[in-house]
């Protein structure tokens, strides 16, 4: 399998373990020898530092204007998506950004992000179960799978609240590099959630 770019949108106000927690189970996929199956980065609409929730200060990788083209985007959700649904300019790059990637992945409120881009009509989803009613607002046509860790159609994959964002991208890994590969980085990461098969 060719290295896949994974790119995680950081924002002010984004919650640490969204996109931090995804970031260490795609770096810890790895061959026998050690060597990376994913490239992961954080992409912020510039490249200063931003503070997730509890004042974490995070420096992106990328900008948008300096990103390469990626395989997989993730917005993690966040107490900062209240005011992201409402930002033209970061929907928009969303929306254009679904049509260069394969896969497009949210956790938590990230989906919310996704519903404003017009992303998730009609889509079975998945957020903080706290947000389920803010999520309808956005697209009343989605269908929530309400208690899922992740909801899955395909190209774009949702998960719930926090640490469900590890768990939806061990399954990522699970679909594109089969069941053993995703134990073994769940069991890198001690991550006893997972189901240790393969």
Same mark, same amino acid.
């Given at each position: 399998?060719?290295?896949?770019?994974?790119?995680?949108?950081?924002?002010?106000?984004?919650?640490?373990?969204?996109?931090?927690?995804?970031?260490?189970?795609?770096?810890?996929?790895?061959?026998?020898?050690?060597?990376?199956?994913?490239?992961?980065?954080?992409?912020?609409?510039?490249?200063?530092?931003?503070?997730?929730?509890?004042?974490?200060?995070?420096?992106?990788?990328?900008?948008?204007?300096?990103?390469?083209? !990626?395989?997989?985007?993730?917005?993690?959700?966040?107490?900062?998506?209240?005011?992201?649904?409402?930002?033209?300019?970061?929907?928009?790059? !969303?929306?254009?950004?679904?049509?260069? !990637?394969?896969?497009?992945?949210?956790?938590? #409120?990230?989906?919310?992000?996704?519903?404003?881009?017009?992303?998730?009509?009609?889509?079975?989803?998945? #957020?903080?179960?706290?947000?389920?009613?803010?999520?309808?607002?956005?697209?009343?046509?989605?269908?929530?799978?309400?208690? $899922?860790?992740? $909801?899955?159609?395909?190209?774009?994959?949702?998960?719930?609240?926090?640490?469900?964002?590890?768990?939806?991208?061990?399954?990522?890994?699970?679909?594109?590099?089969?069941?053993?590969? $995703?134990?073994? $980085?769940?069991?890198?990461?001690?991550?006893?959630?997972?189901? !240790?098969?393969?």
């Amino acid at each position: 399998m060719a290295r896949k770019t994974v790119a995680i949108y950081i924002f002010e106000g984004f919650e640490p373990l969204d996109a931090v927690g995804p970031f260490e189970a795609f770096i810890s996929a790895e061959t026998a020898d050690g060597e990376a199956y994913f490239d992961v980065g954080m992409v912020g609409q510039t490249e200063a530092p931003v503070a997730g929730v509890g004042g974490l200060l995070v420096t992106s990788r990328w900008s948008f204007e300096t990103m390469p083209k !990626v395989d997989i985007l993730l917005v993690p959700g966040g107490g900062g998506t209240r005011a992201l649904v409402d930002q033209p300019v970061i929907v928009e790059w !969303v929306k254009q950004k679904n049509n260069e !990637v394969e896969l497009m992945l949210s956790v938590c #409120t990230g989906a919310q992000v996704l519903a404003a881009a017009g992303l998730l009509a009609g889509k079975k989803a998945t #957020t903080h179960w706290n947000t389920y009613d803010w999520l309808r607002r956005i697209e009343p046509t989605v269908e929530i799978q309400e208690g $899922a860790r992740w $909801a899955d159609n395909g190209r774009i994959v949702c998960s719930s609240g926090v640490s469900a964002g590890i768990d939806m991208a061990l399954h990522i890994i699970e679909r594109e590099l089969g069941p053993g590969l $995703a134990a073994h $980085a769940a069991r890198s990461m001690e991550y006893e959630y997972w189901p !240790v098969t393969g």
